[in-house]
């Protein structure tokens, strides 16, 4: 059985390295549960994210890589158990010129130009907390957001705060800013999805990460990664 992949380019989650293989913690998660379940062949599809809930929807490949689960997206596809829980964060030049530390933050500051990937849910948390239209630089791939950042186009890229500590952590000229958040707030949580047609891959799949999320490989896979324990306890509930 082969099954078809759909991913995006944005670290440490999945991207393509220069000898074109394609790697990530997702990527790898994807490999190790599709392995067990029986698939003996992955076919990756590299594509811009707001092709991927069309894509696997019209049956162009068999399921995407996370993505953060929101009730607007479930209506369209169908979510795999939870595989991480993040919070947001900002990535910004070495320094933090305009002390942005939040979304309200941007807002506060008419100067202050904001980058998000187009179809990603940091747009609308932006608007909801008052960042203007105005403000707001769409890009269509987080490469282009970042080469925006550092030619000083935008003053902040908006992503996963795990994303932005691994990007941060790679170039010397930038840092991270993890949002704020309250105590008693769950992070958002990021799930496969599949076509609502597709529900014997679905089952599976669900059935594998019952099994592995939180056992001592995945946790040392996705430790390479960047990922701490932190954004896999806040799932390992919703697996089981």
């Given at each position: 059985m082969k099954v078809r992949i759909a991913y995006i380019d944005e670290p440490p989650f999945y991207w393509t390295r220069?000898?074109?293989?394609?790697?990530g913690a997702d990527i790898e998660?994807?490999?190790?549960?599709?392995r067990a379940i029986g698939v003996s062949g992955i076919e990756h599809h590299l594509i811009a994210f707001d092709e991927l809930l069309p894509g696997v929807q019209e049956g162009r490949w068999d399921m995407n890589v996370p993505i953060f689960v929101t009730p607007g997206r479930a209506e369209r596809v169908a979510f795999s158990a939870p595989v991480w829980a993040i919070g947001d964060g900002f990535l910004l030049q070495r320094g933090n010129p305009k002390?942005?530390?939040s979304y309200a933050a941007v807002a506060a500051r008419g100067d202050a130009?904001?980058?998000?990937v187009a179809g990603q849910v940091q747009i609308d948390s932006a608007r909801s907390a008052g960042v203007g239209d105005s403000q707001i630089v769409v890009f269509k791939n987080q490469p282009d957001a970042v080469a925006a950042l550092l030619d000083g186009k935008i003053d902040a890229y908006a992503s996963t705060a795990v994303g932005n500590?691994?990007?941060?952590g790679a170039n010397a000229e930038l840092e991270a800013v993890?949002?704020?958040?309250?105590?008693?707030?769950r992070a958002p949580?990021?799930?496969?999805?599949f076509s609502k047609s597709n529900q014997r891959l679905l089952r599976a799949v669900n059935a594998q990460l019952g099994q592995y999320l939180g056992s001592a490989d995945h946790r040392a896979r996705m430790a390479r990664y960047g990922l701490t324990e932190t954004e896999i306890d806040g799932v390992i509930g919703g697996a089981r």
């Open positions: 220069e000898d074109h293989s394609v790697t998660l994807a490999e190790v549960v599709l002390a942005l530390t130009r904001l980058g998000l500590r691994v990007l941060a993890a949002h704020p958040r309250a105590n008693e707030r949580v990021g799930a496969f999805s």
